[in-house]
């Protein structure tokens, strides 16, 4: 697409079909809509001004770059977003040249930015190319951006910061004056006059120069920039994000002035679609829905283990004063909005910063307290050291509820919930543990209510496998259950959503496998796991989790440990592989993890 030829009512036109081609695929497909409708404009002016070629571009997050995927020759693929071996819903340089850098989770892009720079400034390439960094303000919240800021600051790499602020944080009265004000000291001539006054100044007394950077601060601390500019960064705007000609203008001028540039510019979510205008988070990420109405497509759904567990934390805050709850980002996506709208003293959203909310959470256990931090498994890991240094190093009973733990879907690679059991089952002090379906994640969280030290539980998105196949138990400290007694040597072994699948599994056999919840990885239930190894001593591992330190890890060494040598293993954990994305049924066939390929894996093991 040659935009660069393009007028301005060619461009206002383009953002248009765009909008529209975005609208048309994400009611079918589902995905990100408001913010990546909210971005186009900016989008398709930074494609004009820059060349996404050679200057990299770098989104953060990146589930807001679908203009840019449709600018960037992939119009006629696009109907294949987040479906399998499809178009990917974030930046993929696998996927195009255009695309700089994989991402998935955010506050990133200006470290990226500032590490591209030093890159390009060690090869000589300075005034060739020139990192882009698209931001948004939701993603200011993080400390890693005021790391990456802060260095930026005293290295003063040619970089342009585009911050989309679609939160119409910047009141109006004050808006077109800073508008005004900012442009003219980005431009050349403040740029000028304020170098001149610096020289200047060094043959005046001490006094005169006092009185000449005081005027000049006062005039700067009337734009909202100012942190900013006290941070050594230049500042722009607030500029209005959808007039393309003077994001133009406003990209052409930040370009030009060779050093680390911020344009604030103000968005609105969801532009171009009624239904979706304005501060709703229900737009943010979507199922497919009725694109006349708006109205989400599909019948009623079987209860989610999101909303079970939000309704459980609710009835037992309800019960209990000392029980609080913590989220980064994420109220509705964990539950916890209901939580806050009721108990806004004791339950928090603290934004992008899972590092403080971890930590955060350890002194109101400490005051006696009763935390529970509802995180996504995927966003956890970026507060694996806070799990770590601030709550199992003190031994302090805060309760971790991982949501989306497992195969999520068409988010892909950066947000498959794959990794938390081998990442927490290393830490001491923590204990491990996870409901099989919705009645015993109800028990989980009274568990978890009462334990006295550091505990994790994982609970898939959307809806258990199982649904009331079983009675549910209350949960015995490092106990197992076993549920199904078998009639060969054969011993399945389910942890969490995992006992759902070896079920599933089971019913397909022409075998009577006995079928174990593991219930506990860590501490295992070694009574339990003793006596089964007497009767059965072919144990197949179901876990929606990695192989590599995962449920078969925990079960070999336990085996090893106790001097148990005549146990076949076989784990049908994820392979040492990121997981890509599309429909959870098509990723799961993919990985040959849906039951009838595995009964099929079993009866050629068993030849």
């Given amino acids: 697409m040659n935009i660069k030829s393009m007028d301005i009512d060619e461009l206002k036109e383009l953002a248009k079909r765009i909008r529209n081609r975005i609208l048309e695929v994400v009611s079918k497909n589902g995905g990100h809509l408001s913010s990546t409708l909210g971005a186009t404009d900016l989008i398709i002016a930074m494609h004009y001004v820059f060349d996404s070629k050679k200057d990299p571009f770098i989104f953060d997050v990146s589930h807001q770059a679908y203009a840019h995927k449709l600018i960037t020759d992939r119009w006629d693929r696009f109907d294949t977003l987040r479906q399998l071996d499809g178009i990917s819903g974030y930046t993929k340089p696998s996927e195009s040249e255009h695309d700089y850098y994989i991402a998935g989770h955010s506050s990133t892009s200006i470290s990226l930015a500032v590490g591209v720079a030093k890159a390009i400034r060690l090869r000589g390439e300075e005034g060739e190319r020139i990192p882009v960094a698209f931001i948004g303000d939701g993603s200011m919240s993080a400390g890693m951006v005021y790391e990456a800021l802060n260095e930026l600051g005293e290295r003063k790499y040619p970089i342009v910061i585009i911050l989309n602020d679609n939160e119409m944080s910047i009141a109006k009265p004050i808006g077109a004056i800073s508008r005004i004000l900012s442009r003219a000291m980005a431009g050349g001539f403040y740029q000028k006059l304020k170098q001149k006054i610096e020289e200047i100044l060094d043959y005046f007394p001490d006094s005169a120069s006092y009185i000449a950077k005081k005027f000049e601060e006062s005039f700067r601390l009337i734009t909202p920039g100012i942190m900013f500019e006290e941070m050594g960064i230049e500042y722009i705007g607030p500029i209005d994000g959808h007039d393309i000609e003077s994001i133009i203008s406003t990209l052409q001028l930040a370009k030009s002035m060779n050093k680390p540039v911020i344009v604030h510019a103000e968005t609105l979510k969801g532009k171009g679609y009624p239904y979706s205008e304005g501060h709703l988070e229900h737009w943010h990420g979507v199922s497919p829905f009725d694109l006349e109405t708006g109205k989400p497509k599909g019948g009623k759904k079987r209860a989610s283990a999101t909303s079970i567990f939000s309704n459980k934390l609710l009835e037992i805050a309800e019960e209990d004063c000392k029980v609080v709850g913590v989220t980064a980002a994420m109220p509705s996506g964990t539950g916890l909005s209901p939580l806050i709208e009721k108990f806004p003293d004791r339950f928090w959203d603290v934004a992008i910063a899972e590092q403080h909310a971890v930590t955060s959470m350890g002194p109101l256990a400490k005051e006696g307290f009763k935390p529970f ?235």
Wanted: hydrophobic share 40%; glycine share 8%.
């Fill in 373 to 607: 931090c509802a995180i996504y498994s995927t966003f956890l890991q970026r507060g694996y050291d806070q799990v770590i240094h601030d709550i199992a190093l003190m031994n302090l009973p805060v309760a971790f509820a991982i949501d989306r733990a497992g195969i999520v879907g068409e988010d892909g690679e950066t947000h498959q919930g794959a990794f938390d059991i081998s990442y927490l089952r290393a830490v001491p002090n923590m204990t491990l543990f996870a409901p099989r379906d919705g009645a015993t994640l109800e028990l989980a969280v009274e568990f978890a209510k009462e334990f006295p030290t550091p505990i994790a539980f994982r609970y898939p998105r959307g809806s258990f496998i199982l649904e009331d196949e079983f009675r549910a138990t209350p949960f015995e400290f490092g106990k197992s259950q076993l549920l199904l007694e078998g009639d060969s040597d054969i011993l399945f072994i389910g942890y969490g959503n995992g006992v759902g699948r070896a079920y599933k599994t089971l019913q397909l056999c022409d075998i009577e496998p006995a079928l174990l919840d593991l219930r506990f990885v860590k501490p295992l239930d070694s009574e339990m796991l003793k006596s089964l190894s007497e009767r059965y001593t072919k144990w197949f591992i179901f876990s929606d989790s990695v192989k590599m330190g995962g449920v078969g890890s925990a079960i070999l060494e336990f085996l090893s440990d106790n001097g148990i040598t005549d146990i076949e293993v076989v784990s049908f954990e994820f392979e040492d592989r990121f997981i890509p994305h599309g429909k959870s049924s098509d990723v799961e066939e993919r990985l040959g993890l849906q039951p009838h390929q595995l009964k099929e894996k079993i009866r050629k093991y068993l030849q």
